[in-house]
């Protein structure tokens, strides 16, 4: 069974870090492109971040460009989204997933999902 769990969600104040985990079952993430995306209230799901499987090369929407950082942990079939200085507009469903390749960083890509982790930034 293919499994990505997301973990690391929560509530926290504006200003503030969180960190995201996409927990691997059932495959090897580093055969993988992963990405991060988010979902708020009334938009449509969009890109953060992903990485890639062939060059290691990652991409940032703007909106969260030196803020957040992806990174991956081969020996615990782990990628991480650092997140840093977060705004309530951050605030959304985050998903992490897998595809072949990203070459855009968006949904449509992704072959494998995760159930989802909410970020609430709010004081």
């Known amino acids: 069974q293919v499994q990505l769990v997301e973990s690391g969600g929560g509530l926290v104040q504006p200003g503030g870090s969180l960190r995201l985990s996409c927990a691997a079952a059932?495959?090897?993430?580093?055969?993988?492109?992963i990405g991060w995306f988010r979902q708020a209230p009334g938009k449509e799901r969009e890109g953060v971040s992903c990485?890639?499987?062939?060059?290691?090369?990652?991409y940032y929407a703007d909106s969260v460009k030196g803020r957040f950082t992806i990174s991956r942990d081969n020996a615990k079939n782990t990628v991480y989204l650092q997140m840093n200085s977060l705004r309530p507009e951050d605030t959304a469903v985050y998903y992490c997933?897998?595809?072949?390749?990203?070459?855009?960083?968006?949904?449509?890509?992704?072959?494998?999902w995760g159930q989802g982790t909410q970020v609430t930034v709010s004081s």
């Open positions: 997933a897998a595809s072949w390749e990203y070459y855009y960083c968006s949904p449509e890509e992704s072959a494998y």
């Open positions: 059932g495959f090897t993430l580093d055969d993988y492109a």
């Open positions: 990485i890639s499987s062939s060059d290691g090369g990652t």
